[in-house]
């Protein structure tokens, strides 16, 4: 089983891929019609939130870096710039489709968390900003992402901002305060040896979380989707379109600031991945299947495309922001950042 759950911490994609398929084909030949799938996606959040937040060592945040340009106008595109661009992609493709441009929006309006520090890591950026970020950005959701999806979805579909504010408080603050407990209570027990030992499984088990969201969420609708197979084509463009624009705007941004590459890796980052725990645990609870369909598709192309950013675009945004590299050895200052 821990073998298992490592294979899906770094095959994610792909499993989500797999999964999708196979709910598409047994939707098709089972009625889940008359399933509620609401306890199931309760299931699933507790999954999903609460291993991520166990791992996540919130009280870090007072040893790390204090770049304070940087985390702002990392937040500022994270919520802003990244709600705007969501707003133009769904009015530009789902005019028609109101469920799957909130999908979209959802995308926009919750930015990464816990999953900036490890992309970070493997693209040799600013591991310790990303940690400030990333908490930072957790503890915003709650307060600033209810008003983006009102704002940008209200004029779709009815949204309850009350209960949007509180399931992300629930959804949120309760697996951080349970996920902080168990940290100390593993710690105090087996030593941090142990901790950081288990702590590798926790991303697997927050998988099988989004795992059984995907599932159950195209399962129900894949009856409609088959017969209007233009909605794969939409869901995947609209998040394509996203992709690109955000990260146009997050190097330019970049360039225009000065920002070396272990800083403005941080920006591009967090201006394109979003979480995908949270904004599927919303949509599951909250809204209709083919928003949660939507997002289905977000932890395929998110994995794969911020792949081909890191190993494929990442040489020449090293040289785009940081210039030759020098003979001193200067190439290898980005990685201090690993030893977090």
């Not at 166990?54 to 919520?79: C, S």
């Not at 992300?168 to 209570?185: E, N, S």
């Not at 998110?302 to 001193?328: E, N, S, T």
Request: charged share 10%; proline share 5%.
């Amino acid at each position: 089983m821990a073998g298992l759950l490592l294979h899906i911490k770094k095959r994610l994609y792909l499993y989500v891929a797999l999964d999708f398929v196979l709910a598409l084909w047994v939707g098709t030949h089972v009625d889940l019609q008359s399933i509620n799938i609401k306890p199931i996606s309760l299931l699933a959040v507790f999954l999903m939130l609460y291993p991520m937040l166990t791992g996540m060592v919130v009280e870090k945040v007072k040893r790390a870096g204090r770049n304070y340009r940087l985390i702002a106008l990392t937040l500022t595109f994270a919520f802003v710039v990244a709600s705007i661009t969501a707003y133009v992609v769904s009015r530009l493709l789902f005019a028609d489709y109101p469920e799957l441009a909130l999908g979209i929006i959802l995308v926009g309006a919750i930015p990464c968390s816990n999953m900036l520090i490890g992309w970070s890591g493997i693209a040799d950026a600013s591991v310790e900003d990303a940690l400030v970020i990333a908490v930072i950005g957790l503890l915003l959701i709650p307060l600033l992402s209810p008003l983006i999806v009102r704002i940008s979805g209200g004029p779709l579909l009815p949204i309850d901002t009350t209960r949007l504010i509180l399931n992300l408080l629930l959804y949120i603050l309760v697996p951080l305060i349970l996920g902080y407990f168990t940290r100390r209570a593993i710690i105090r027990r087996r030593g941090m040896a142990y901790f950081m030992e288990i702590k590798r499984y926790f991303p697997g088990l927050s998988a099988l979380g989004i795992l059984l969201i995907v599932f159950f969420s195209v399962a129900k609708v894949s009856g409609r989707v088959l017969q209007h197979p233009v909605v794969f084509f939409l869901v995947a463009a609209g998040l394509f379109l996203y992709y690109l624009i955000q990260t146009a705007l997050a190097v330019a941004a970049a360039r225009f600031f000065h920002l070396d590459y272990a800083q403005g890796m941080i920006l591009i980052l967090g201006a394109t991945a979003s979480s995908q725990a949270i904004s599927l645990a919303l949509a599951a609870t909250m809204f209709g299947s083919m928003t949660v369909f939507a997002l289905s598709f977000k932890p395929i192309l998110q994995v794969a495309y911020i792949m081909l950013l890191i190993y494929g675009l990442g040489p020449y945004l090293r040289r785009f922001l940081d210039g030759p590299p020098h003979p001193a050895g200067g190439a290898e200052a980005p990685r201090k950042g690993m030893e977090l």
